[in-house]
Each structure stands twice: as C-alpha cells, then as structure tokens.
C-alpha cells in the first residue's frame, strides 16, 4: 500500500488506523508500518503519537482474526526512542518485537543487592545502603549480526576496561576507621561500586575501577596506619620522651610524638599532650614553641628506656644495666623548690642539698604492690598513695637507697606496732631523734612515698596490722595509725609499701 501523510498529524493517525482496519478485512495475518512523515520535517514524538494513537483506535473494542502482528519499521535511533517512550505510555510495559531482517541483541550487567556480611563486620553491613536489584540493558541494532556481534563485543571490552573488582578479608576492613565507613557507604553510588560477599567469606568491591582504586587505597591507608599505630604501642611500652612543663614537671609526650621522635621524623614539629607543636633539636635535647601568638618558649627534651616496668617522668635517663642513680637536683629547678617547699612548711632550717633517689628494684617492687591495693581496694581508697617522712641517720641511708626501709630494725618508738614509722609532717622525722645530727651538724632526712590503703588503729603489740573483717582473718588493714580522726603517723608492715624517693640534707 503507498500512502501520504502530507506532513499532517491527524491524516496520519487515520492512515495507521484504516492500514490496520484493512489488513483485518483482507485476510493479511501482520503489517509492517514505517514511520510515515519521520523523514518529511515532523518532530519523531508526534510522528509516534499519532501512528501508534492510530494502530490503537483500530484495535481498541474490534475482534480481530485475522491480523496478528503488526511491526513499525524504524531506522534511526531517535526515532526509535520516541516511539518506545509513546509506546509505554499508551500500551503500558511495552515488549519490543524482533523486526526483520534486523535482530537486535541485548547485553546486561546485574546489580545486586549487598548481602549480608560475618558478625565481625555488621557495622559496615548495617551502614550499606539497602539497593534495588537492577539491571543495564543495552540494546544494539544493526543492519547485519555480524555488526551487532561486533558491537557488543565492543560493548564488553569497554566494560571491562572501565570496571574491576578486587577482595578484602574481614581482617583488613577491621582496620577502617568510622570516618572511611562513612566515606564508602555515603559514596559508593558515586563511587560506581558494589560489595559482595564471596564462598571465602571475603569481601569482594566491584565496579568502576576508579571507585574500587578509591577503595583499594584507602585499604592501604588503614592498613598502613594500623602498622603505624602497633610502633607507636612498642615504641611507647620501651621508652618515655618527655618534655619539660611550663611549671617545671616533666610531662610525657603522646604516642604519635614518640613516635617521630624515634625515628627522627621531625618535620612540623610534634604535639604534647595539650595539642601543642614544637620544633625538635635532638641535638640539644630542646624544643621550641610554634606559635604566633605566645613569646618563643624554648623547653628540654629527655628519652627514658623502659625496663621492666615504666620509669617515672621525672627520673633521669640510666645507663644499660645501672640499677641505681643519685640525682642531685638543681636548686634553681621546679622539683627542687616543690620538695623544699613541703619540708620548709613545718620544719624551718636550711636545705643544704636533695638527691632524687632513683633505684630500679625498689621501684618496681613498689609499683607491683600498689597495684595489688588498688587491686584489693578498688574506688574504695585504692592504694592510699601519701608523701610522708621518716628521719635518718648517716650510717643507715646507704642501706635504705639500696635495700629500702627494713621494719626488723624499727626503733624505740613501737607505741603502735613493730612496723615502720612515717610521719605525715616533716618537724617530727626532723627531731634529732630520729633525724640524728652529724658531726658537722647536718641531719637527714627521706621524703618517702608510702601506700597506706584502708588504715586502723595502731597498738603496740601489732605484728601486722588487724583483719577487717571477722568473717575472713586473712583479709587485713593495709596500715595503722596513731589517731583515726587526724592521723600524724602512719606504720606499715609490708617493706615494699614505702619508697624512699628523695633525701633531704638539712642543718
């Protein structure tokens, strides 16, 4: 049949209509209809509209027996997608017949939805937008199969080229901070990227290859920070850099700092532990302040080797092998001043000199005891940690800084127990009783750390102070005192809860 649709919406729509009707009337059993006026300058979609509008008031209420297919004919793509679109909107889904000669491929790539992941890793999981099962459909048309089979296989090599995947084991995406997670869940639409789970229980990113580069690096980057984060624990269990405070204390720098300070990685500077920077001289063990506003502060620097237990920050540094150390302090230093201060509170004679007492064994035996009562006592007074002070004389102190204070050698005093006596104000240790003058006058004295926990009532007969509890005798007071209420002297019977921490030569 030749017809003309003159350019003329309605005259084609009666065209596509009375094409149909005949076809019906003379038996034919399909149609092929081209896409009359495409060509002639009218716009695709009305050309669509109005054959399609057309084919459907023909079949719309008739009983048709004869025509059972009917084909449009389209060569361009244009035209082809306006006709899909009017399609769907007047027949519903609409299902596109293979025309011939042409044979049209489809190729399709899946999405799935994320499944579920191991326990371990429920917070990705849980964080995983929940996404839709889809599929890209490309449909390819081509004047032969052979350039349709040319073109798809084009269409797959491009694919492949833009799309990778790679696996994580749930080890490594343990190492992802919050942050990441957020970045990955937040992004991975944009990132084109999918996870699944595979038969390993791996995880496996699949997508474009830049989002799952984007995810391959920051795998890297958390992997590599969680190596950094392991030196910085080892690092910061064997050594204690500390920097000198504004008040004269000795403050130990957080990890990172330790960090760069150990493997000479001082470029900008590092943070103390009040968010601070300063420039690093490892040469002259000094650091200066980076700011703008505050004057140029310039401050020490000192690395302490961790043995078997953690040095105090205000210890010196000690050889190799060296057990004990006598540091004679700077009587112009801030630690110098705070003890002199304390003794000077009660007692009003002259300091002559304080030697800092620096004695590994004693130390750690003291710091395991202090655990066991904070373990015992819990927030219930812990350890009971008090500076307090016990009067010497010359012959005895070289066997107290070596061996610490012996309770068998415990003097006349034993109104309340056959222990060792410390007093909580310097004048007492400070008579010449118990701080006995030398020749030339000078007396001597420990500023002692002693752990008096949960205490008691002191009597003279105590060998060890009294059990708490009738219920269990073996659970006892950790020290006794002179007076409940107001205690100025405490005695314990456990050697290693006292430390002799400084020694005040006085006159």
Not at 142 to 166: P, T
Not at 467 to 474: A, G
């Amino acid at each position: 049949m030749h017809v003309c649709g003159e350019r003329d919406a309605g005259v084609i729509k009666g065209l596509a209509r009375d094409i149909v009707s005949k076809c019906e009337r003379d038996g034919y059993q399909s149609v092929a209809i081209p896409a009359i006026c495409a060509k002639g300058g009218l716009e695709a979609r009305l050309v669509a509209q109005s054959i399609l509008q057309g084919v459907k008031d023909a079949v719309i209420g008739a009983n048709f027996r004869q025509l059972k297919t009917i084909r449009i004919v389209i060569l361009k793509i244009n035209v082809f997608l306006a006709f899909k679109e009017v399609a769907q909107q007047l027949f519903g889904t609409f299902t596109q017949a293979t025309p011939a000669p042409l044979r049209p491929f489809r190729a399709a790539t899946r999405g799935h939805q994320p499944p579920s992941l191991a326990i371990d890793l429920s917070s990705l999981v849980q964080a995983l937008p929940h996404q839709q099962r889809s599929r890209a459909k490309f449909l390819v048309i081509g004047s032969s199969a052979e350039n349709v089979s040319d073109a798809c296989q084009e269409l797959r090599q491009a694919y492949e080229r833009a799309c990778s995947s790679q696996s994580f084991s749930a080890d490594e995406l343990r190492y992802l901070a919050p942050d990441e997670f957020g970045r990955i869940t937040s992004n991975m639409e944009s990132l084109g990227i999918l996870i699944n789970q595979s038969s390993r229980n791996d995880l496996v990113v699949c997508g474009l290859t830049t989002g799952v580069n984007e995810m391959t690096r920051m795998m890297q980057g958390a992997l590599l920070r969680q190596v950094t984060e392991r030196e910085q624990d080892i690092l910061f269990g064997r050594f204690s850099w500390c920097i000198l405070g504004s008040r004269g204390d000795w403050e130990r720098l957080p990890k990172k700092a330790h960090h760069q300070l150990e493997y000479n990685n001082l470029l900008g500077g590092v943070k103390d532990a009040q968010g601070q920077m300063w420039a690093v001289n490892l040469t002259k063990m000094e650091a200066t302040a980076i700011a703008i506003a505050i004057p140029r502060t310039v401050t020490k620097l000192k690395r302490l080797e961790n043995l078997s237990f953690s040095f105090p920050l205000y210890w010196d540094s000690m050889d190799p092998g060296e057990t004990l150390k006598l540091v004679c302090l700077t009587s112009s230093s801030a630690e110098f001043q705070r003890v002199k201060a304390d003794f000077k509170r009660t007692v009003h004679k002259t300091v002559l000199k304080i030697e800092r007492i620096q004695n590994v064994h004693l130390r750690r035996a003291y710091e395991v005891r202090k655990k066991e009562l904070q373990d015992k006592n819990g927030s219930q007074g812990g350890a009971g940690e008090k500076v307090l002070y016990h009067g010497s004389k010359e012959e005895a102190c070289s066997s107290i800084q070596r061996t610490n204070f012996d309770r068998r050698f415990a003097g006349q005093n034993t109104r309340f127990g056959l222990g060792t006596y410390f007093a909580v104000n310097a004048s007492y240790s400070a008579h010449p009783t118990y701080s006995v003058p030398a020749a030339d006058g000078t007396q001597l004295m420990f500023v002692v750390l002693v752990l008096t926990g949960h205490f008691a009532q002191g009597e003279s007969n105590m060998k060890t102070p009294p059990p708490r509890s009738s219920q269990d005798p073996s659970d006892r007071f950790d020290s006794v005192v002179d007076n409940m209420q107001n205690p100025e002297m405490f005695v314990v019977f456990h050697d290693c809860q006292a430390y002799p921490d400084y020694l005040i030569t006085f006159k």
